[in-house]
């Protein structure tokens, strides 16, 4: 038995004689070309949507756009990797009409129009509206930590900067040590020359300029940490120790798993990250309530204080981080607060009553202190000062009371936060590969991600909705607008 053969590389084959022949009447490539030519990427803001009269032609905006859609759609988005699929990809070819920009003009479009790929994936969410495939009720929120183009030992704090310059001077006595040894033993086996012994010298002490010098550059600035590569890549806490790189978040839609609001910053904790992308998914979702679940990082009184004035409901566990909880003392959550008399009463039944308030750190803090504490029985196990127990509380903490209660009466809404924003972050790790980020700058970052999530976006949509629903929906949106 012979094994299956292909067709002879010399026979003349009679192929389609048309590019369009290629692509069949479904193909999702096709819904990519409509939604771009159905935009107004002259209203959007990108450059050269209507040519001057003068000049050298360039390439239209649309097939720039196109051709990174396409990219990250199908995990390619290197400039030099998209120039290559010009000239082997029978979909892009097709999709380009034979264009095959360099990959300068790639990567410079995708810097130029940085600030505009948000304003594109706005474009889709209105369609994913027009389709009714949000729900408009519940959005998680969350963040993942992704790598940046920066080394870990091209990032640095003050620590590390002064343990490197302590390390290079007790290298650089070696050294002397070793250079004073060879002049007085002149002729002898060395194990360094004197010529190889200088030219260390001479490395170590450009190395520790260097180090100087980024060690004053930290002293002159409010940055706790420098990076080389990417100035504003950051060293963050992620699940598996550390990454030198940027958090990225994300808020998505509990009805089918969209993304509906994207966001990437160089801060390494949530803490102020909730309510522009709670409002943000509001405003995309076109709602005038909206309840949002997200994890104890994103607790903060004033975030949920300005969700609420928005008529967003946050639903946040508090995470217990109190001191006296880890040394097996009575903590804040121990104590009940009276409203209606504004104190608060400790385990043993005393009253703290208001004293004074202050801003501290950005906070307004009202102080509540009890009296006779030296004599309670319950001393002991609430308070290892010597003075009188204290508690502090927030302008806004009757609204993280009622949430508390919220959250106590419909836990089922914390359980389904882990299923809604772990979806997208899987598909995006895993699937399309995109655990790190190609492009340097905070801006740069940002404009990537929105790229990231409306790539997932459409894969999500185009696995929903029929070719022909979305073509559909393509077709009336124009008719609209003429």
Known sequence: MKHLCGTDRSQVLLLPECIEDYVGPDNPVRFLDEFVASLDLFALGFARALPADTGRPPYHPGDLLRLYLYGYLHRVRSSRALERECHRNVEVIWLLRQLAPDFKTLADFRREHRARFKAVHRQFHLLCRKLGLFGGQLVAIDGTKL????????????KKLQELLARADARLEEYLQELDVADAT???????????????????REKKDWHEELLAQLQDSEEKQISTTDPDARKMHAAQGTVIGYNAQSAVDDQHKLIVAEDVTNDGTDVQQLSHLALDAKETLGVEQLEVVADP???NNAEVSRCVERNITPYLRKADTSANTARGLYAKKDFTYDQEKDLYRCPAGAELTYR??????????RYYRASGCAHCPLKTPCTRNKANRTITREAEEHLME????????????L?????????????????FGYTYFLVKGLAMVRAEWTLMTLAYNLKRVLNLVSFQQLMAALKESALQRA
């Open 147 to 158: 790598a940046a183009v920066n080394a870990r030992d091209g990032n640095f704090n003050q």
């Open 186 to 204: 002149e002729g002898r086996e060395e194990k360094l020359t004197r010529a190889e012994l200088e030219e260390k010298i001479a490395a170590l």
């Open 297 to 299: 990082g994103y607790y």
């Open 356 to 365: 004074f308030s202050t801003d501290e750190l950005g906070r307004s803090l």
């Open 402 to 413: 009622e949430m508390a209660v919220r959250v106590q009466a419909q836990p089922e809404k």
């Open 415 to 431: 359980r389904r936060r882990k299923a809604l924003v772990e979806h997208p972050f899987g598909t995006l790790k895993r699937w």
